[in-house]
């Protein structure tokens, strides 16, 4: 979906929910103060809850943002829309059905899905469950244990210890 997205505002919106685990209201609060580069950490303020946290910033990613900041210089929000306000959250889902669209995603994609992309990815890649969940922002390990049903190819590493030596 990123590298079949060519408007680098769309592409940089779908890497940022898909790599930071961003919900929607959080990627539209986006500041540009919130990006720091030199630790390669997003802040993510006021988020569900109200509760600030950090979550990843993807050197990649951060490369396309340069190259976003360059070309279209919000002032305030990092994605903005009309006259310096808040992108709107129609507009995204757009973005993120186009893109899945154009890569040939059989299934309705929402920006949701991205988020759940970066938890079951995370998890599949042998991330500790406690950090993912610091990542999303989850108040309960109850949250964030729903990804672990999902994260099937995991288990596909695992030795049954029946099968040991």
């Known amino acids: 979906m990123i590298a079949g997205t060519y408007n680098i505002k769309h592409r940089c919106i779908i890497a940022l929910l ?10 539209l609060a986006l500041q540009i ?6 630790r390669m950490l997003i802040k993510v303020s006021g988020a569900k809850g109200g509760k600030d946290r950090y979550t990843l910033l ?8 340069r190259k976003y900041f360059k070309k279209y210089r919000p002032k305030k929000y990092l994605f903005e829309g009309v006259e310096g306000r808040k992108y709107s959250t129609r507009s ?5 059905d186009r ?3 154009r890569a040939m995603v059989s299934m309705k994609v929402t920006p949701h899905m991205l988020r759940h992309s970066f938890a079951t990815h995370l998890l599949e890649a042998g991330t500790d469950l406690r950090y993912i969940q610091t990542l999303l922002g989850h108040g309960s390990s109850k949250t964030t244990e729903i990804y672990t049903h999902v994260a099937v190819n995991s288990f596909k590493m695992i030795k049954n210890p029946l099968d040991l030596g």
């Open 18 to 27: 898909y790599s930071a685990g961003l919900r929607r209201g959080e990627l």
């Open 33 to 38: 103060s919130d990006i720091d580069s030199s």
């Open 58 to 65: 993807s050197s990649r990613l951060l490369d396309e943002l």
């Open 92 to 96: 995204v889902a757009a973005i993120v």
């Open 99 to 101: 893109a899945a669209k």
